[in-house]
């Protein structure tokens, strides 16, 4: 004798599956990707807008007033899916003071693995972020250990970007509706719950 659908438990019936269990799933999504949003900062754009130069080195930039964020350029290595930027140098630092003279900017550090690019033979990941006072400019600077730290002769060097082996960047901070991450991890959060939905609804409707 079958049992009545309301008279099973509610894992087995067909409505919780293609109800509340696929729309809760859909809300994990929606709330993950407003959180990864947020983690990123926003969209990333123009990582290499203010200059670049190559690690060891220093370059003097100019750099508009607020966010700044610094990023790590690289070769890319591997093929096809296994592509991979190049493995940022240990002990890898980068100091930013005013060319006319001051301490240097807080660098805070940005986590290399919250994304990256790959454009042909070249990547770009996060490094920090620098919160620019004024615009003007400033001496940019970057080490390694193996090269010395910042007062060796070969980070002392007035060097631009090469297009090949490690670099550092300065370019615009993640792009944000209003500029605000939080609204942007909104707003991320509910087209991707919409879009969900709109997916989902000619499930609900052949039920």
């Not at 269990?21 to 990864?36: E, K, R, T």
């Not at 919250?114 to 080490?143: H, M, W």
């Not at 792009?175 to 605000?180: A, D, F, I, Q, Y």
């Amino acid at each position: 004798m079958e049992v009545a659908q309301a008279d099973k438990p509610f894992w087995q019936r067909g409505s919780f599956w293609t109800g509340p269990f696929l729309y809760g799933i859909g809300l994990l999504v929606a709330v993950a990707a407003g959180v990864a949003w947020y983690a990123i900062g926003g969209l990333p754009r123009g990582h290499a807008d203010y200059g670049s130069l190559a690690v060891p080195g220093r370059q003097v930039m100019a750099l508009p007033d607020g966010e700044v964020r610094i990023n790590f350029e690289g070769d890319a290595t591997g093929s096809g899916d296994n592509r991979s930027i190049q493995d940022q140098p240990d002990g890898l630092a980068v100091r930013v003071t005013p060319a006319s003279g001051g301490a240097p900017l807080a660098v805070d550090d940005v986590p290399s693995w919250l994304f990256s690019s790959l454009s042909g033979d070249r990547g770009n990941e996060p490094f920090g972020k620098i919160d620019v006072p004024g615009a003007g400019s400033y001496r940019v600077q970057a080490t390694a250990d193996e090269f010395g730290g910042f007062d060796s002769p070969a980070a002392r060097r007035n060097v631009a970007g090469t297009d090949s082996g490690p670099e550092i960047t300065l370019g615009k901070e993640p792009w944000n509706p209003l500029g605000s991450p939080v609204l942007g991890a909104i707003v991320v959060a509910c087209l991707v719950g919409l879009l969900e939905m709109l997916l989902l609804l000619p499930v609900r409707l052949l039920r």
